[in-house]
């Protein structure tokens, strides 16, 4: 394979991907405009308990990533017949993890607001926001296994188009369980629309009937319509063996820890900022939701790094896992850089978009325009560790991780904070993010994942 069909194949995996990413985090963006409208408070409802709704994604996303990066192997080995057998198990397996986390979760709804330190009037909202991310967590782990079978096998169009289908939904219901009924002005007519005006609840509602719909769609894409993976065509065993849950677990394990301890770093920020009061948790949450759309084009970028890598792996192609990888992060250190500049110029707009409240406007642009200096080396560390879960080198990158938000961000997060405020929090991840960067190249560039 020449340098110009692996640079074309890294961007066709790539582009649908990044797609996908943008969509997921627009998704969001529309959630956090639609409820901003509705004023401070509701913002900073959600904005309270969006580490925690991570925690439990990341979980999900943890479980999902040990049974795919099998399949990506067996797929570059051109072993269908095991990669389908793999996919039936985990589907099982899944569904018993996700149910179980489901209860875990809704267990700790009602007190978890108070937990996090965030205001009375506010816990409410809060609590039943999470309930509602919870109850819909089987379905979200549904999709996050069906969309990764899907990109291990190389397509990744039909995730993509379907994660763009979800952010569509995700308008729509909120549109009617958001707002109360309502009379608007079209075309110079008066229309009546419907609405059952539950705020904050209406939200997490309508992206849970969005997460739904589109988890059945994707396993309906997956088991009937892969080429490779179609388990509707033959008959197989659906139990679990005890080789495909170790291999998963010693993929997902230390992927799994990572997610926790990294999740409890940020709850632990949220409980930074919260005493800051309602306006600096509601800034947080917009910057949050807007820097996503800075940072998701680069973990498109390191899903396709993932399934090249993979799969390169899988056929015993070190030469080809090596320029995969390479090519991958260089791409993902420009589409950010390019992202982190946009965001910078962009971010009095984008906070104007997403909240009419002057004051959260503000500091949300302060603490965005931070934060662009950081994102070329976010992508190095997004998009190498994209690279290792690739080869089914989890372990030591999730150290990494781990070293670096607790020993840098938090403790920087814990002197900055008090004395700057939310701008000081912002600078203290902005220089969390660089110094992850620069360790994770490091370790890329020494070669040693690769024996």
Request: proline fraction near 4%; charge should be positive.
């Amino acid at each position: 394979m020449t340098l110009g069909q692996q640079l074309k194949l890294t961007v066709q995996l790539s582009i649908p991907a990044i797609i996908s990413q943008i969509s997921s985090i627009l998704m969001q963006f529309i959630d956090a405009s639609m409820v901003g409208s509705l004023g401070a408070e509701a913002s900073a409802s959600i904005g309270l308990v969006s580490t925690t709704t991570w925690l439990f994604a990341g979980i999900s996303v943890a479980c999902a990533t040990g049974f795919y990066v099998q399949v990506s192997h067996l797929l570059g080995s051109k072993d269908t017949v095991k990669a389908r057998s793999v996919l039936r198990q985990s589907i099982v397996m899944v569904m018993i993890f996700s149910l179980a986390v489901s209860a875990i979760g809704c267990a700790v709804s009602g007190p978890l607001p108070r937990w996090l330190g965030g205001e009375a009037d506010i816990h409410r909202d809060a609590s039943m926001y999470f309930l509602i991310f919870m109850l819909s967590l089987p379905a979200l782990q549904l999709n996050m296994l069906a969309s990764g079978m899907l990109r291990s096998s190389g397509n990744m169009y039909t995730p993509s188009l379907l994660n763009i289908l979800m952010c569509l939904l995700d308008v729509v219901f909120n549109f009617f369980l958001i707002f109360p009924s309502r009379t608007v002005e079209f075309a110079g007519m008066e229309i009546a629309v419907p609405g059952a005006g539950l705020g904050v609840t209406g939200a997490a509602l309508g992206t849970a009937f969005a997460s739904i719909v589109v988890a059945a769609l994707l396993l309906y894409s997956l088991c009937f319509k892969s080429p490779e993976l179609a388990i509707a065509r033959e008959k197989g065993s659906f139990r679990p063996t005890r080789q495909c849950f170790r291999n998963a677990l010693g993929i997902a394990l230390p992927m799994g820890c990572e997610r926790v301890i990294m999740c409890g770093a940020q709850i632990m920020s949220t409980v930074i900022v919260a005493p800051l009061g309602t306006i600096a948790i509601a800034a947080n949450s917009f910057a949050i939701t807007a820097e996503s759309l800075c940072y998701m084009p680069g973990h498109g970028v390191s899903n396709a790094a993932t399934t090249l890598v993979g799969q390169s792996i899988g056929a015993r192609r070190k030469d080809l896992t090596w320029r995969f990888a390479h090519i991958s992060v260089l791409m993902g250190i420009a589409v950010m850089t390019v992202m982190g500049i946009v965001m910078y110029v962009a971010a009095p707009l984008i906070m104007e978009i997403m909240t009419p409240d002057a004051a959260v406007r503000e500091l949300g642009a302060k603490v965005l325009r931070i934060e662009a200096f950081a994102e070329p080396m976010y992508a190095a560390s997004i998009v190498v560790y994209g690279v290792f879960v690739g080869v089914g080198d989890t372990l030591v990158p999730s150290i990494m991780n781990l070293g670096s938000i607790w020993a840098v961000r938090l403790t920087l997060a814990a002197v900055l904070a008090p004395r700057y405020g939310l701008e000081g929090a912002w600078l203290a991840m902005c220089i969390e993010l660089c110094f992850r960067g620069f360790i994770f190249l490091v370790r890329l560039y020494r070669k040693k994942w690769l024996k």
